[in-house]
T-cell receptor
Framework: DSGVTQTPKHLITATGQRVTLRCSPR?????VYWYQQSLDQGLQFLIQ???????AKGNILERFSAQQFPDLHSELNLSSLELGDSALYFC????????????FGDGTRLSIL | DQQVKQNSPSLSVQEGRISILNCDYT??????FLWYKKYPAEGPTFLIS?????DKNEDGRFTVFLNKSAKHLSLHIVPSQPGDSAVYFC???????????FGSGTRLLVRP
């Protein structure tokens, strides 16, 4: 158990819809990272927050947004969903802004029908 | 542009033998490298890491080697155990950045 909690575990929705993925970091960790893993691919970095502020951005689509709340949990919002957004979405956390290693949750599997 | 490459999608070894997983990278600005292990339906689990100023790091049965001139990273598991069967990802961090760039993974099967 990494201590990083992601909900829900599975999400099935339709094209054009909007969903919210939630992540609670390990106790004491201030940084949260979001990654997308499409079928048989490596994890693609989406975005990082540190203590409520955005710190780094990867190839995150404009239809996607995220935030980190004062209690340090984070949400990833995906809107106008397309079939190609079907993937595993992982959240990771670490104590500091650039501190490694990152510890991962078990992911949310998003299926777009 | 795939900056971190794991060219072997799968590897099968006998229990007790050595498993060697390889990773190549192209960006000379990477300053920190990590290996993660992933079981089905679980998130990646951190295994071992190495800074770019070192060429070897050891932790129990796991050793990571870094050859900067060749831009090559390898993970050695000795002796291999059936419980080591999983997908292994190498990842790299760009100096002054916070994101990790992952390879596509190698599926290791350790046969009893």
């Amino acid at each position: 158990d990494s201590g990083v909690t992601q909900t829900p575990k599975h999400l099935i929705t339709a094209t054009g819809q909007r969903v919210t993925l939630r992540c609670s970091p390990r106790s004491g960790d201030l940084s949260v990272y979001w990654y997308q893993q499409s079928l048989d691919q490596g994890l693609q970095f989406l975005i990082q927050y540190y203590n409520g502020e955005e710190r780094a951005k990867g190839n995150i689509l404009e239809r996607f947004s995220a935030q980190q709340f004062p209690d340090l949990h984070s949400e990833l919002n995906l809107s106008s969903l397309e079939l190609g957004d079907s993937a595993l979405y992982f959240c990771a956390s670490s104590p500091g802004a650039g501190y490694q290693p990152q510890h991962f949750g078990d992911g949310t599997r998003l299926s777009i029908l | 542009d795939q900056q971190v490459k794991q060219n072997s999608p799968s590897l099968s070894v006998q229990e007790g033998r050595i498993s060697i997983l390889n990773c190549d990278y192209t960006n000379s600005m990477f300053d920190y490298f990590l290996w993660y292990k992933k079981y089905p339906a679980e998130g990646p689990t951190f295994l071992i890491s190495i800074s770019s100023i070192k060429d070897k790091n050891e932790d129990g049965r796991f050793t990571v080697f870094l050859n900067k001139s060749a831009k090559h990273l390898s993970l050695h598991i000795v002796p291999s155990q059936p419980g080591d069967s999983a997908v292994y990802f190498c990842a790299a961090r760009v100096d002054s950045s916070y994101k990790l760039i992952f390879g596509s993974g190698t599926r290791l099967l350790v046969r009893p």
